[in-house]
T-cell receptor, first 111, second 110 residues
Framework: KAGVTQTPRYLIKTRGQQVTLSCSPI?????VSWYQQTPGQGLQFLFE???????NKGNFPGRFSGRQFSNSRSEMNVSTLELGDSALYLC??????????FGEGSWLTVV | ELKVEQNPLFLSMQEGKNYTIYCNYS?????LYWYRQDPGKSLESLFV?????AVKQEGRLMASLDTKARLSTLHITAAVHDLSATYFC??????????FGAGTRLTVKP
């Protein structure tokens, strides 16, 4: 059974650019959530989607957005990148059970 | 605002010793998670605790939950070097919206 797949794994962007990260959840999982991990702020919740609807949103500026498609795949977008957006972005998926599974993450560096 | 506090944040212990990591949270939550993260890696699920008094064990790790005290513990028995990692607890007051503690960086020395 394939795990949570995130692409790209590593990327470097310039300030002011925008970036799109993709997440394919475990087959059959309909809930996808996104987290940002930085050394200073730790793990912070970005948003959660279920059946194409955003259920919850964390305390991030509007530059951070996301969506979920009918096949449960999800994307998150960050516009007008800032240096402080450099982080590991983690996607997690869950199904009918209680365990939440994380992908390997996308390492974003903003220069 | 929901707060999740872990302590200690750093833990250095010798192989063969026992220790406990504590996780306090500030509001009602129906689920408590423990994850492990190795350097440069993602999060690996260790335990999901669902009810007051729940206890789960896997190898040298045992987790428990006291919802009345809003406290979870992760107990390490006879530590080995392979347990060196960062351990996070998290609670989810709403669906899969998890709020994480700061993490406990565990180093097990021979």
């Amino acid at each position: 059974k394939a795990g949570v797949t995130q692409t790209p794994r590593y990327l470097i962007k310039t300030r002011g650019q925008q970036v799109t990260l993709s997440c394919s959840p475990i087959s059959g999982h309909r809930s996808v959530s996104w987290y940002q991990q930085t050394p200073g702020q730790g793990l912070q919740f970005l948003f959660e989607y279920f059946s194409e609807t955003q259920r919850n949103k964390g305390n991030f500026p509007g530059r951070f957005s996301g969506r979920q498609f009918s096949n449960s795949r999800s994307e998150m977008n960050v516009s007008t990148l800032e240096l402080g957006d450099s982080a590991l972005y983690l996607c997690a998926s869950s199904g009918s059970g209680n365990t939440i599974y994380f992908g390997e993450g996308s390492w974003l560096t903003v220069v | 605002e929901l707060k999740v506090e872990q302590n200690p944040l750093f833990l250095s212990m010798q192989e063969g010793k026992n220790y406990t990591i504590y996780c306090n949270y500030s509001t009602t939550s129906d689920r408590l998670y423990w994850y492990r993260q190795d350097p440069g890696k993602s999060l690996e699920s260790l335990f999901v605790l669902l009810s007051n008094g729940a206890v789960k064990q896997e190898g040298r790790l045992m987790a428990s939950l006291d919802t009345k005290a809003r406290l979870s513990t992760l107990h390490i028995t006879a530590a080995v070097h392979d347990l060196s990692a960062t351990y996070f607890c998290a609670v989810s007051p709403l669906s899969d919206d998890m709020r994480f503690g700061a993490g406990t960086r565990l180093t097990v020395k021979p």
